[in-house]
């Protein structure tokens, strides 16, 4: 409902309740959400910053809120941060924004929406959801009145990069929390998505935006065949129009927990249609950076029977599983022979060593156990950036990308159906790096299994060292394909030579490709392409080696 870092606003909800005092907080210290948005000011600059801020800034609600600046705004709303002069403490209030043009019928419909907003959150009694202090009417409009929330979103945070799988499942038990009381109550949310979880000061986590929760026993305020919330998070069974449960706000759930860790949601496709088809028939990747119970949980809860899913007793101990995984064995401690020369008989496991050579031997299982650790443990890259280079994030392709500091980055058009692609290009226009996904939940006609690149794995031998591979080059290019691996899994590459098409002028160009598919199925290739002749040729291999080298995937 509200935050500083600006959460999407619905609609829903009551007339007016006793105040509520906020809810008392122990300060508990390492907030990894902390923003510089958090920073709030004194309560005295806050009244005077609010007169010289946006359009609406300073003014008195209901002779009591005074609004400063604001947090975010939806279709339907705009939430303020505000001063409550009365008590003198800061709320959030969101404001009702119905477009003038609306019949007086969907107008209504908007008011009594936000009415029921409040009215749903007032009714439950949990840290993970929004208090609501009152409901002010302004013009015959309501204003809710709730406590402010520091923080941002979770779809704010999702977009610097996921969640490691222990605070995914962490947030997914206190959403989990707030979705049982609003089921206790008789209250189905039905619009759990990143945008509407909030993750506050002292590790809180707040579910907001009751704004097309239904309460049971209440009419529908939804217009016959449509229905409300965001497309990729909705269960199956409201797209086909059947009566939703709990369960339904469970698969929000799941979907939140999947993009959450996998960096985007499984059923986004490029328009609503899309998106509801695949809702229904899609089925997502199994998570690769999810392992263990919470990946038991994501998969239970996408289930597309609502019965098959787990239920929330089920859900909540996978997740405190995840959240809280046993601690790792201690290691042995091996004592020294004796000071009489003898020496005592060391047990690993079944086997017994004994004397001198147990020793030898156990010395150097020692020394591999610590190379073994110092590799796991040591940054995986080959060493430090050259100078002028940079690592980019690429959310959208969950994965980090070394790049010389100068290079242009661009994107193709959504429009232009290329996929999931990123491309860093030299000023010169002669070399150029261009990583580019393609992931197995958009996958329905196979083409990942079918491509080229694909046939360069081969189930036992893993690299196939023979035969052409249409890798969209020019005709007639020289390949050198060899095994390799990424992070101790099977990968592959190949450099190609080719003359360019150019029939007065051609030239030669060389490709070197990486390629890598995911255990779920996500097959990523990074090109780089530079001339084959001439100055360039050794500074865009060595631009080619370095970015091979610091590549990052999430999840690997």
Known sequence: MSSDGGARS???EPTSFALQPPRPQAPVPGNPYATPTQVVPPRAEAAAAATVGEPGAGRLIAGRYRLISKLGHGG??????????????EVAVKEP???????????????????????????LDHPAVVDVHDVAVVDGQPWIVMELVRGRSLGDALQEGTLSAREAARIGLEVLGALEAAHAAGILHRDVKPDNVLLGRYDRVVLTDFGIARIEGETSLTDTGGF???????????????????ASDLWSLGVVLYAATEGVSPFRRSNTPATLQSVLNATPAPPASAQGPLAEAINGLLHKDPARRPDAARVRALLESAAHPPAAQPTQVVRAPGEGGGSRRVRFGRGAWSGRGAW?????????????????????????????????QEKELAAALAVPAHYERTVPDPEAGRGHRVTYTDHSGSIWIVLSLDKKAEDTG??????????????????????????????????????????????????????????QNPRPREVRIFYFQKPGGDLYKLTVGYPGAGDFTDRGREVARTAIENLDIEGT
């Open 10 to 12: 619905g609609a829903d």
């Open 228 to 246: 409300v919330g965001s497309p990729e998070y909705i269960a199956p069974e409201r797209v086909l129009g059947q009566r939703p449960g709990p």
């Open 97 to 123: 924004r119905v477009p003038d043009h609306l019949p007086e019928r969907e107008r209504a419909n908007a008011f009594e929406r936000m009415r029921r907003e409040a009215r749903a959150a007032a009714r």
């Open 76 to 89: 339907m709303g705009t939430v303020w941060r505000a001063q409550d002069e009365t008590v003198d403490r």
């Open 446 to 503: 196979r083409a990942i299994a079918g491509s080229a690149a694909a046939e360069m794995y081969d189930d036992d031998t893993g690299f196939k060292e023979s035969g052409s591979y249409d890798l969209d080059m020019p005709e007639g290019p020289k390949t050198n394909p060899k095994v390799t691996t990424y992070r101790g899994k099977k990968a592959a590459e190949n450099t190609l030579t080719y003359e360019t098409d150019d029939s």
């Open 360 to 392: 030898i031997g156990l010395g150097a299982a020692v020394v591999a156990a610590a190379v073994a650790a110092y590799l796991v443990v040591a940054d995986p890259f080959a060493g430090p950036l050259p100078d002028g280079w940079q690592i980019r």
